[in-house]
């Protein structure tokens, strides 16, 4: 029963191309986001959507385009990748805001290669 | 602009002892907190959240504390196990919990 389930688990592709990540979740959260972690380890976020709808894009290229769907569904679009793309990026999914807290769930992360 | 600062980077014990990791953030304004643990090529896993009303949250040999006025949290491990070798990141809920802002994280290495 995989709470966030992200693919593909590894993503190895050519600077220039276009990719996709698709992320889901079962836990009924209304919230999701997408996090990039470095080649450092450092967490830091992108994108977190509220029922769908976009509330923080934190300064991200808007080569990334990030598409929900449904509540359920948070999926990650990158045009045009380049070298420093590569990294490590974790869906997550919550239900803040509703006087009871929710941890942050995660996914297993998909680590993008791009030569 | 909040900032959330772990201390140390990396930590290196041998089992049985005792431990604290230590996390500090720059605005006491926040959501709540939550620690986590990540284990190499892996995701995170939740180990436990404190809510901002909150002093602190135990599991199992863990222990979290929570001091808004000073910005601090501490995650304390009792009896610490090779098994407990990992990442473990403090992360700060801000805005309603929609932003999280997470540590730079402790490496521990507990030695058998």
């Known amino acids: 029963d995989t709470a966030v389930s992200q693919t593909p688990k590894y993503l190895v592709t050519q600077m220039g191309n276009d990719k996709s990540i698709k992320c889901e979740q079962n836990?009924?959260?209304?919230?999701m986001y997408w996090y990039k972690q470095d080649s450092k380890k450092f967490l830091k976020i992108m994108f977190s959507?509220?029922?769908?709808?976009?509330?923080i894009n934190e300064t991200v290229p808007n080569r990334f385009s990030p598409k929900s769907p449904d509540k359920a569904h948070l999926n990650l679009h990158i045009n045009s990748l380049e070298l420093g793309d590569s990294a490590v990026y974790f869906c997550?999914?919550?239900?803040?805001?509703?006087?009871?807290?929710?941890?942050?769930?995660f996914g297993n992360g998909t680590r993008l290669t791009v030569t | 602009k909040q900032e959330v600062t772990q201390i140390p980077a990396a930590l290196s014990v041998p089992e049985g002892e005792n431990l604290v990791l230590n996390c500090s953030f720059t605005?006491?304004?926040?959501?709540?907190l939550q620690w986590f643990r990540q284990d190499p090529g892996k995701g995170l896993t939740s180990l436990l959240l404190?809510?901002?009303?909150?002093r602190e949250q135990t599991s199992g040999r863990l222990n979290a504390s929570l001091d808004k006025s000073s910005g601090r949290s501490t995650l304390y491990i009792a009896a610490s196990q090779p098994g407990d070798s990992a990442t473990y990141l403090c992360a700060v809920h801000n805005t309603g919990g929609f932003k999280t802002i997470f540590g730079a994280g402790t490496r521990l290495f507990v030695k058998a």
């Open positions: 997550a999914s919550s239900q803040p805001g509703t006087g009871v807290n929710s941890p942050l769930h």
């Open positions: 404190i809510q901002s009303s909150q």
């Open positions: 605005d006491s304004a926040i959501y709540n």
């Open positions: 959507y509220n029922n769908k709808e976009l509330i």
């Open positions: 836990l009924g959260h209304d919230t």
